[in-house]
């Protein structure tokens, strides 16, 4: 039982590059997310998806798109890579949309 | 729309003292209230939450936070840290009743243990 898994670990990008990161978990939960934690900022929700087939924008959006690509797997896509994106990205999931969320170990990412 | 206050970016205690984390919210609804806590390179886990029923809420590795709804806090406690507790805590909150999905977080506590 992994719970939530992200890959890659660290990844280094030139502006303008694109990528997506992946996150995926086996605890059957319906809802997933993806945070940004910059220092001193906590953590700030990107997109949601309450279900699958559903995403939704959060508090910090731009820049960035989502897919649900089926129960297990939620991924998070820049297609420009902007320095601001610098950061480190959390996946998480829930059984519902208020309640307990489980984070993965996070992905380091460094645009240039 | 909630937001989480959490009034020390560090806090510095000596080891085997006690200390409290302070986490103040605002909602105009019914809230659930939740500890996280950040190692060093690592994910957020969680510490404990409050859903309802009793205000004092235990949870893991010897902590504890007591709801109060009047003052619209839910400080962090421990009796007695050790080295092991240097971490990151995230006080975090949804609503119950509705609203948008997803926790607001609060920007964080870092807890330095020194010997």
């Known amino acids: 039982n992994a719970g939530v898994t992200q890959t890659p670990k660290f990844q280094v990008l030139k502006t303008g590059q694109s990528m997506t990161l992946q996150c995926a978990q086996d605890?059957?939960?319906?809802?997933m997310y993806w945070y940004r934690q910059d220092p001193g900022m906590g953590l700030r929700l990107i997109y949601y998806s309450a279900s699958e087939g559903t995403t939704d924008k959060g508090e910090v959006p731009n820049g960035y798109n989502v897919s649900r690509l089926n129960k297990r797997e939620f991924s998070l896509r820049l297609e420009s890579a902007a320095p601001s994106q610098t950061s480190v990205y959390f996946c998480?999931?829930?059984?519902?949309?208020?309640?307990?969320?489980?984070f993965g170990p996070g992905t380091r990412l460094l645009v240039l | 729309a909630q937001s989480v206050t959490q009034l020390d970016s560090q806090v510095p205690v000596f080891e085997e003292a006690p200390v409290e984390l302070r986490c103040n919210y605002s909602?105009?609804?019914?809230?659930?209230l939740f500890w996280y806590v950040q190692y060093p390179n690592q994910g957020l886990q969680l510490l404990l939450k409050y859903l309802s029923g009793s205000t004092l809420v235990k949870g893991i590795n010897g902590f504890e936070a007591e709801f109060n709804k009047s003052q619209t806090s839910f400080h962090l406690r421990k009796p007695s840290v050790h080295i092991s507790d240097t971490a990151e805590y995230f006080c975090a909150v949804s609503e119950s009743g509705g609203g948008a999905d997803g926790l607001t977080f609060g920007k964080g506590t870092h807890l330095i243990i020194q010997p």
């Open positions: 909602s105009s609804v019914s809230v659930y």
């Open positions: 605890m059957n939960h319906n809802s």
């Open positions: 998480a999931s829930s059984e519902g949309g208020r309640q307990t969320q489980y």
